[in-house]
């Protein structure tokens, strides 16, 4: 087994190799290769981190186990999707700037197309009856997905008091004190801090998210002076900076600092430095500000997005691309309410994945290590704990605005159907075959649900 190290230049990494059967792709093999992912990759994180190790690891052999784990395990640092972060380092080791950007890009770029269309549909023939009842069948479901969610979290993260703690404070901090969500994640990493430095016995041991191995460590080591490096990273940064905001503000100077897109724009960029703990983490802020302080939308078009989400490929964090849609249609800019439409989706889409390159492209030689940090992991774990309560006031808030008006009936329907949808996911039910059979079910009783 050899230890590999980076090219020395900045752009151009090596693949790498720990043993003889690791292959080397081409660019136009691993091109090909993302774009096919772009469009297989449902399942949501855990689905999607799974079909990139089963297909870059175990079957073409491009990347080493060691490698593949330390990128997961530093991405999972990072505030953003994930497994877009996975296949962007990946892409990076495989064949530096380019290849990284290419996997990012294409990891995404595939559902961003579906999505927009099937919020078209949405606002376009929402009112049919046959489309409403598919769209009243979403909601249901997805009403049961996100207690799925809350339930899987909470018995992975809930192991000491002291995150149960947390995690009510949290739950009260959003739904009755109206913290913002940023400010919930700054005082849970501090708890956890605070815990490490003063009770670590609190703290759940091993650490949650775990260590990387030595060989993962050296194979990410660059051997290029550290003022190279540092000069390196920064360039790289500073043009991440200047792609991400220089179109927000010519949007700002055409549009005015009034309107729709621009006001996208600045929430959204925001969005993107708090989205740890995943999508179900960062929708309460989301919804909060984009239903009751924006008002772009209703609670129960943010469920439709989420439902919709959930049917098409890539991070379900694309759920923000509906907002934006939904928010330019109803609140134009433009004359064209698609055309304001399909530029809030791309203004949202911009602002929420063009970080995640700032985050991934210049660090990705530098992050290898903190995970070894034990202040950093214990910050972490109070994050963590405090997204469980942050899902469980998404789950009464949607609860909430779908019952407050139903009639006896609906709301049997509604709470029925959303059981069967997380009895399902407890049996390991693809979660993009209950959406789809809630839909139907939906369309079908629809003609016999009083409103």
């Not at 230049?9 to 003889?20: E, K, N, T, V």
């Not at 892409?91 to 919020?119: C, E, K, N, Q, Y």
């Not at 290898?368 to 405090?386: S, V, Y």
Request: glycine share 10%; charged share 10%.
């Amino acid at each position: 087994m050899m230890e590999t190290d980076l090219d020395a230049a900045a752009d151009r990494p090596s693949a790498g190799r720990l043993d003889d059967s690791i292959v080397a792709p081409t660019f136009g093999q691993a091109l090909r290769f993302w774009s096919r992912l772009g469009w297989i990759s449902f399942g949501g994180p855990a689905g999607q981190i799974g079909i990139m190790h089963a297909e870059l690891v175990e079957r073409r052999h491009w990347v080493d186990e060691a490698t593949f784990l330390h990128g997961l395990n530093y991405c999972m640092l990072l505030p953003g999707p994930e497994a877009m972060q996975l296949a962007t380092y990946l892409g990076w080791r495989l064949h530096g700037m380019r290849g990284g950007i290419v996997a990012g890009a294409l990891f995404v770029l595939p559902a961003t197309v579906l999505l927009a269309l099937l919020s078209w549909i949405y606002l376009r023939y929402g009112q049919l009856p046959m489309v409403a009842g598919v769209l009243f069948g979403l909601q249901a479901a997805v009403l049961g997905i996100i207690v799925h969610a809350l339930v899987r979290i909470g018995r992975r993260v809930l192991r000491t008091p002291l995150a149960i703690a947390i995690a009510l404070l949290a739950l009260l901090a959003i739904a009755w004190w109206r913290w913002p969500f940023p400010s919930i994640v700054l005082a849970a990493g501090v708890l956890g801090w605070l815990a490490w430095r003063l009770r670590p016995q609190w703290l759940p041991q091993p650490a949650a998210h775990g260590t990387v191995d030595a060989v993962a460590l050296r194979s990410a080591s660059d051997s290029r002076p550290i003022s190279q490096r540092v000069s390196s990273a920064l360039v790289i940064a500073s043009v991440c900076v200047l792609l991400w905001w220089l179109p927000l503000l010519g949007v700002r100077v055409w549009l005015g600092a009034d309107s729709t897109a621009w006001a996208m724009g600045v929430f959204f960029s925001k969005a993107a430095l708090v989205t740890l703990g995943g999508a179900y983490a960062v929708l309460p802020y989301v919804a909060q500000q984009a239903v009751e302080v924006h008002g772009w939308l209703t609670p129960e078009q943010m469920l439709v997005g989420l439902g919709l989400a959930e049917t098409t490929p890539g991070p379900l964090i694309l759920v923000l691309e509906f907002v934006g849609f939904v928010g330019g249609w109803q609140h134009p800019d433009l004359a064209s309410p698609l055309a304001s439409a399909l530029l809030g989706a791309t203004v949202t889409v911009w602002a929420t994945f063009l970080p995640s390159f700032l985050f991934v492209l210049p660090m990705a030689p530098w992050i290898q290590r903190l995970r070894e940090r034990p202040a950093l992991n214990a910050a972490l774990t109070g994050i963590t704990a405090a997204v469980v309560g942050v899902i469980a006031n998404l789950a009464l808030w949607f609860g909430w605005a779908l019952l407050r008006e139903a009639n006896p009936l609906r709301a049997a329907f509604i709470c029925a159907l959303a059981l069967l949808a997380w009895l399902a996911l407890t049996r390991r039910v693809n979660v993009l075959w209950v959406v789809l059979a809630a839909a139907g079910c939906g369309a079908l009783v629809q003609p016999w649900m009083p409103g």
